[in-house]
């Protein structure tokens, strides 16, 4: 997510570190390469050209040049500066009446009839009953794909027959209203481009179905075209909110940080995998924090507790005060993890880990698991239990019994010493009262 602008923002922000005093031009020759890296990763000029103006304005200031450490005060400017950029803060979805509806839209092949699910799922899990619609009846076997998502994420899907998309969406409305049940989920149809048709057809539904909300979801590799096409469909249909998709792919990081800027509204939800769970609520301030190579901890732990049962929890809190966490704990949390989404992402939202993720091969995914499972399995009980017994010759042994490098060996012990080394300080902290509140490690909040 964001790999190169973070790499870069990060760089500007460490030269920064260190220094007792900071000149002006120290601070705009920073200013200077934020705005290259900002333009490089495909954010609209203009926001690119506000953006850089506020925090030149704020980190200029008398009160940061002289203070004892303005290399932090540059970092939490920019920080906070990132965050108003990306929204300030989460935005919740307005679902007030009975039946709420959900008007989802967009381009075609940006995700929306998967995202449609993910957002039925995750209605579900907060107890609503939610009821998807499928209106695209021009695209071949676009009802089919939405039955097929709406099976896996266990959420009914309402069909009819009939080439009148404004018709479907109106009797969804119905049936929901007639069963007490909500909110509708209209997964509407799309095109390659936006043009005048796909607009009027989506006018007619909003004016039909009056939704709570207009979802436009869009594709978070595509950059600046996003931010057009969200800026088109504003103007058209009038949107509430946007869902970006394939957050947690390569993208520069153009759309995010310009689509709140350029068109005024909220990113709601982001979307960060292929599974079903994978749809994160869009918190600025936490985004703004993986960028800067921050961690995530809030995030982390939200996923971490729903993936954890109570007496799981409770015993791995209970390893980890006694300081007793060994490899067998690392691999057993680590494939935990695993069912949790991308682990990349997940080392990112943890400070201080963010960094291992450049020493892995790309992204970590099933089969990288499965070495490191190897790796642990080749180990024998002792080893797992005292790592620090593992020298050169017990390394080399335990390469060859897995079919992996000794490299491979080296790096996933250097990984548990670091994960070893941050669960640590977080007990330490916590037993002298320097733990920020919410952060405790009790019922694993960490």
Do not use: Y
Not at 2 to 13: D, H, R
Not at 331 to 344: H, I, N, P, V, Y
């Amino acid at each position: 997510m964001f790999e190169s602008l973070s790499g870069k923002l990060q760089n500007v922000l460490r030269g920064l570190r260190g220094k007792g005093r900071l000149s002006e031009e120290e601070v705009a020759a920073a200013c200077r390469e934020i705005r290259l890296a900002l333009l490089e990763a495909d954010v609209n000029f203009r926001v690119v050209r506000d953006f850089v103006r506020r925090v030149q304005e704020k980190a200029a200031g008398q009160e940061v040049i002289r203070s004892l450490a303005p290399g932090q005060q540059v970092a939490k400017v920019v920080h906070e500066e990132l965050t108003q950029l990306l929204g300030a803060e989460a935005s919740v979805l307005s679902l007030s009446r009975e039946p709420s509806v959900i008007l989802m839209v967009g381009l075609q092949g940006g995700g929306k009839t998967t995202t449609a699910g993910k957002l039925a799922r995750r209605l579900t899990a907060e107890g609503r009953g939610p009821l998807l619609a499928a209106t695209d009846l021009r695209r071949p076997a676009a009802v089919e794909q939405l039955r097929i998502v709406g099976e896996q994420a266990g959420v009914e899907v309402f069909q009819a027959a009939g080439t009148d998309p404004v018709g479907v969406a109106k009797a969804a409305v119905e049936k929901a209203r007639n069963e007490e049940r909500g909110p509708v989920i209209v997964d509407t149809a799309g095109r390659t481009h936006v043009d005048e048709e796909l607009m009027s057809e989506l006018a007619a539904m909003r004016e039909a179905v009056s939704p709570d909300e207009v979802l436009l979801v869009l594709d978070a590799m595509t950059g600046q075209d996003a931010v057009n096409v969200a800026a088109e469909f504003d103007r058209a249909v009038g949107i509430t909110g946007v869902v970006l998709t394939k957050l947690d792919g390569d993208a520069r990081g153009g759309a995010a940080l310009s689509v709140r800027e350029v068109t005024g509204r909220p990113i709601k939800f982001a979307g960060v995998g292929e599974k079903l769970e994978a749809l994160e609520v869009f918190h600025p301030d936490r985004m703004a924090s993986r960028i800067l190579g921050m961690g995530d901890v809030q995030t982390f732990v939200e996923q971490a507790e729903a993936a954890l049962e109570d007496q799981e929890a409770a015993e791995l809190e209970r390893r980890i005060r006694e300081q007793r966490f060994d490899l067998n704990d690392f691999m057993r949390e680590l494939q935990r993890l695993g069912k949790m989404g991308s682990l990349d992402q997940l080392l990112s939202m943890i400070p201080g880990l963010g960094s291992l993720r450049q020493q892995l091969p790309g992204q970590i995914d099933a089969k990288h698991l499965g070495h490191m499972t190897a790796i642990v399995q080749s180990m024998t009980p002792e080893e797992r239990e005292n790592p620090d017994m593992i020298g050169g010759s017990r390394r080399k042994r335990i390469a060859r019994g897995s079919g992996r490098s000794r490299q491979e060996v080296n790096l996933l012990l250097k990984q548990f010493r670091q994960m070893r080394s941050m669960l640590g300080q977080f007990v330490e902290a916590e037993q002298t009262g320097r733990l920020p509140k919410g952060m405790e490690i009790t019922g694993f909040r960490m």
